[in-house]
DNA sequence: CCGACTTTTCAGAAATTTCTAAACACTCGG
DNA sequence: CCGAGTGTTTAGAAATTTCTGAAAAGTCGG
């Protein structure tokens, strides 16, 4: 128990999660490892190291997690390397980046709407819809809010 | 306006966006068939025919979106074809598949948690994780429940 | 500025996902 | 039962996504 290898093993265990949560591979092998580290900040390569996995994929992987705001680059402690950590609201961030899917739902459906006639079935239908995600989209800040009050 | 042809390019649209939500491509423009069509039901053929795809393709779509519970199948009214319709609470059943995915990303910080000690950062992190993920899992239902009351 | 070290970029390879076509199976009217 | 009309399955093709390796670019100490 408590071993590398069953760290390792959760660690790829709850990579293959979050691929199935919609990050892409190697994206979620990166942030298992910024999970699973016991130091505060790792860099490029030893990312690249622990993945056995090539520079430039970690590369791409780390630009993406910067870009969605789950990662930050540290203020270098006087080493050459970049360092990167997990930031702390990492998991709200992944959550609130599905908003802007729930948004996108929210302008087809009005698309829609706005291109069929108010008698059709489709009509209907494009209103059900519409009105399901601005009801979600709604919810959301408050849900986002009592998080952080419980957490803060 | 109005016509068939922004019609068809809304539907389109509407498919990619589901793409973006995490459906496969032909579950997709699949669902978005159901949404535009004019008609109370639809047939496979119907489907295939619309969509330029396959019978197949068309016949893995269907069973795919009969099985997350956003189409159902009617009593065939007489004809020998399977009719097939969008179902009332659909975007709701959509939202609710993702749990699944919230429980297993709580499981997976339940692993991470049980695999690392008590002073370890990653078990602090994994902590983090876990309770986040609690927390959403908790409010889900109370959501629900807020839609349902609203929307009647 | 130079040189060692690290990261990024990008074209091509590898792997995975997705679609199709065709054979098979089912259902119903006659 | 048979045959016409539909739906399903599956092996393989096609397309897309993802990863790698090598070269280019950036950074910092000296």
Redesign the pocket.
């Known amino acids: 128990m408590n071993d590398r290898y069953e760290q390792w093993q959760a660690a790829e265990r709850l990579a293959l999660t979050l691929i199935e949560g919609g990050l892409?591979?190697?994206s979620a092998?990166t942030l298992a490892v910024f999970l699973f580290t016991d130091r505060d900040s790792v860099?490029?390569?030893e990312i690249a190291e622990r993945l056995?996995?090539?520079?430039?994929?970690?590369?791409?992987?780390?630009?993406s997690l910067l870009t969605v705001g789950l990662i930050e680059r540290l203020p270098?402690p006087?080493s050459?390397?970049?360092h990167y950590r997990l930031r702390d609201d990492a998991w709200a961030t992944l959550f609130t980046s599905q908003n802007t899917v729930i948004q996108a739902m929210l302008q087809a459906a009005a698309d829609g709407i706005a291109a069929t006639e108010n008698g059709d079935p489709a009509h209907q239908r494009l209103a059900q819809m519409h009105a399901f995600y601005e009801f979600l989209l709604g919810e959301l800040p408050a849900l986002l809010h009592r998080w952080h009050q419980q957490s803060g």
């Open positions: 892409q591979r190697m092998r860099t490029a390569g056995e996995a090539s520079a430039g994929s970690v590369s791409g992987a780390i630009k270098a006087g050459r390397r970049e």
